[in-house]
């Protein structure tokens, strides 16, 4: 139901009224460095911060033999032993409304190289309009946003009329187990909200993306006699050379793809790792590196997955050095299909009528070409999915800010949405 323009302005001032409380939990988010697998300080911190605000929650750890078995489920290099997930619950005693989940991820990608940092990457240093720090964008800023929206709505003296879920969730970065784990567990609702950094624009379309990483063997032996050798460096950079024209291929599909022609390179692989050799003046063993690759909303990952491998396969008969360094192939991360949420839904047209209250302006749609968390709703759950989140810079890169004055827009479109989509009621 839409908004009266009452609550509305009681909603955005009660989001301004704790604005400089919600950036002092972000900078405490910040400074728990929570890279893979190590969530569990900064899971902590946001159950507490739940149970405060009155959520039913409850944490749970990740189970890999199920998540194996389950199409959302992505390969783990890890046991995820020492993280778990959180999940708020709050719901009227009889809803009237559609239900919502608000996910955030907690995981942070590494920091390159600190030193190069203005400021150390977990400082949270806060500078005019922007607040630093590794996952200050990506995406502490949009849990913030999550937890204040709720906030605001009930400051402003409302309640949700439907089921509300806050989720917490661990490992997006590299599989988007933590999300696949809270499918498993049966999470579920109308539309789910997820404010990744997307500058204030509604992603409505993401990519497929796999992760691999692949060993090659080379023949040691010494550089008087290079001809008794193989290196594994040179044969690792000849598969590198192949996997390029792959992505080339994959990129020149993009004009089937409606918006994805508009992207230099919606593909995009990259190779994120390397490492090989073991001495300066041996020709080296091994060499392995990691990597990732994208594809179009409707293709499925098997089918691109099986492209690899046959790739790889055949790949001895383009030089008889690659039939001998063998590369092996292992799938490391996120396996998963792209989305794309059509035009059209009602969660979307609640979205942009609350951006518009708070902006003035109309909703963006754009694509992002990496892997979403909404991706496992949309596709698994057929729930429509929002990735919606602050204006931020260098996410994943050095110095990564988020904007303020963005962030509390963003958590007053948050807060208006979850007000117009559940439905409210005096509390
Ligand atoms: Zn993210």
């Known amino acids: 139901m839409p908004l009266s323009q009452d609550a509305i302005a009681a909603i955005t001032s009660a989001v301004d009224a704790q604005f400089e409380n919600q950036v002092a939990f972000l900078q405490e988010i910040v400074r728990a460095p929570s890279l893979r697998g190590e969530e569990a300080g900064v899971q902590r911190i946001v159950s507490g911060a739940l149970k405060e605000r009155g959520y039913e929650v409850e944490t749970y750890p990740l189970d890999v033999a199920a998540l194996k078995e389950h199409p959302a489920g992505s390969p783990a290099t890890i046991d995820y032993a020492d993280t778990f997930n959180v999940s708020g619950r709050k719901a009227p005693a009889a809803s009237s409304g559609r239900s919502l989940i608000l996910n955030a991820h907690v995981d942070v990608v590494p920091t390159a190289k600190p030193d190069c940092w203005t400021r150390p990457p977990f400082s949270a240093s806060r500078e005019g309009d922007w607040l630093f720090g590794r996952g200050a964008g990506d995406m502490k800023a949009g849990l913030s946003a999550n937890l204040f929206a709720v906030a605001a709505i009930e400051a402003a003296g409302f309640k949700l009329q439907a089921p509300l879920e806050f989720q917490s969730v661990i490992d997006e970065e590299v599989t988007g187990n933590g999300t696949a784990a809270a499918i498993l567990r049966g999470a579920t609702a109308d539309a789910v909200l997820i404010p990744e950094p997307t500058d204030e624009e509604l992603t409505f379309a993401n990519s497929g993306v ?62 994120g790792t390397i490492s090989g050799g073991e001495w300066p003046a041996s020709i080296p063993f091994e060499c392995r590196f990691e990597g990732r690759i994208g594809f179009y909303p409707g293709d499925r990952p098997a089918d691109r997955m099986a492209a690899l491998e046959k790739m790889l396969s055949e790949i001895g008969s383009l030089d008889p050095r690659l039939e001998q360094a063998n590369p092996r192939l292992e799938w490391i991360g996120t396996c998963q299909a792209g989305y794309r949420l059509e035009a059209g839904t009602d969660a979307e047209a609640v979205l942009a009528s609350a951006h518009g209250a708070v902006t003035g302006a109309s909703l963006n749609r754009s694509i992002m070409a990496c892997y979403l968390d909404a991706a496992l709703y949309m596709n698994h759950c057929g729930i429509p999915s929002l990735t919606y989140g602050p204006l931020t810079k260098n996410i994943h890169g050095i110095d990564e800010c988020v904007n303020l004055p963005s962030l509390k827009r963003v958590t007053q479109t948050i807060a208006l949405f979850a007000a117009a989509w559940c439905g409210i009621a005096p509390a």
């Not at 992760?211 to 598969?239: C, M």
């Not at 590198?240 to 508009?262: M, S, T, Y």
């Open 210 to 271: 796999i992760k691999f990483r692949i060993t090659v063997q080379g023949v040691p032996a010494h550089p008087r006699e290079p001809e008794s050798g193989l290196s594994a460096i040179e044969a690792a950079y000849l598969v590198i050379q192949e996997l390029k024209v792959l992505e080339a291929r994959w990129n020149a599909e993009k004009l089937d793809h409606p918006g994805f022609d508009q992207l230099a390179n919606p593909a995009s692989l990259n190779i």
